[in-house]
């Protein structure tokens, strides 16, 4: 039996926890793998400035620093913005998977342009961070908003009704009028819209957490994980030091 750690970038009450759990039942999954969820100690409201971005590194790496001693096979970070990826990186020898960078290669293996749908402007920032990164600006379609606040804790629950036409309408724009062969729901807080898209849409819809999921178990199964090379660790680590500014951060944010 394998583990996977799923790191949820948010302080989370089990209710809401169980929210982002639920992501797991629109993939199947093979009976080796188990999966964990823990929400960081602290994090920004939301991911917008670049100070929030620095928060959530450090928050999401905390959370996974002692995953491989605590024997897990695998970390699935759960935000498009892949914050605490990199990091993890470089200091674990299993795989940690973003669903923001799995997403768009998946994406581009499906067809020849992708959109993202998401419910914010304020997160493309996320989106073309990545996109830069990965050098495959010639793929995008287009990233198209619903302009609604999201909501990090009870996600989409209870606002079915209003958030997912509008969903709909703005993915059909993105595939009749900005030519995507493929979409990309913008948030693993969106989950619970998939299923409707998918029925409503004659392209492929990627829903991000589950995709890392199972690519988090194929990695395992294929003896796989990102090159040392690429993120080297650091000679003198002191990653004892982010859980004390977590501790920390938490009491102050309490």
């Given at each position: 039996m394998h583990k996977i750690l799923v790191i949820v970038p948010f302080p989370m009450s089990k209710?809401?926890?169980?929210?982002?759990?639920?992501?797991?039942?629109?993939?199947?999954?093979?009976?080796?793998?188990?999966?964990?969820?823990?929400?960081?100690?602290?994090?920004?409201?939301?991911?917008?400035?670049?100070?929030?971005?620095?928060?959530?590194?450090?928050?999401?790496?905390?959370?996974?620093?002692?995953?491989?001693?605590?024997?897990?096979?695998?970390?699935?970070?759960?935000?498009?913005?892949?914050?605490?990826?990199?990091?993890?990186?470089?200091?674990?020898?299993?795989?940690?998977?973003?669903?923001?960078?799995?997403?768009?290669?998946?994406?581009?293996?499906?067809?020849?342009?992708?959109?993202?749908?998401?419910?914010?402007?304020?997160?493309?920032?996320?989106?073309?961070?990545?996109i830069k990164r990965l050098g495959i600006k010639d793929h995008i379609a287009s990233i198209r908003s619903i302009d609604v606040n999201p909501d990090n804790q009870s996600l989409l629950a209870g606002k079915e009704e209003e958030i997912f036409p509008l969903l709909l309408d703005a993915a059909r724009s993105a595939v009749e009028e900005d030519g995507a062969d493929v979409i990309i729901l913008g948030s693993t807080t969106m989950h619970q819209s998939h299923s409707f898209l998918k029925k409503n849409l004659n392209v492929p819809v990627i829903n991000p957490g589950p995709l890392t999921y199972k690519m988090a178990e194929t990695m395992i199964g294929a003896g796989l994980a990102h090159s040392k090379t690429a993120y080297p660790g650091s000679p003198t680590p002191k990653l004892h030091l982010f859980e004390a500014m977590m501790d920390a951060a938490k009491k102050a944010d309490d």
């Open positions: 209710e809401n926890l169980n929210s982002r759990r639920d992501q797991l039942k629109a993939v199947k999954l093979t009976s080796e793998v188990k999966f964990e969820f823990r929400s960081t100690k602290a994090a920004p409201k939301n991911y917008i400035s670049e100070t929030d971005m620095v928060l959530a590194d450090i928050g999401i790496l905390e959370v996974g620093i002692k995953a491989q001693k605590e024997g897990f096979s695998a970390i699935c970070v759960d935000t498009m913005s892949d914050s605490g990826v990199s990091a993890l990186r470089s200091c674990l020898d299993i795989p940690v998977i973003g669903p923001g960078q799995t997403s768009m290669l998946c994406a581009m293996m499906m067809g020849n342009k992708f959109s993202i749908v998401t419910m914010w402007k304020s997160w493309f920032h996320l989106y073309t961070r990545t």
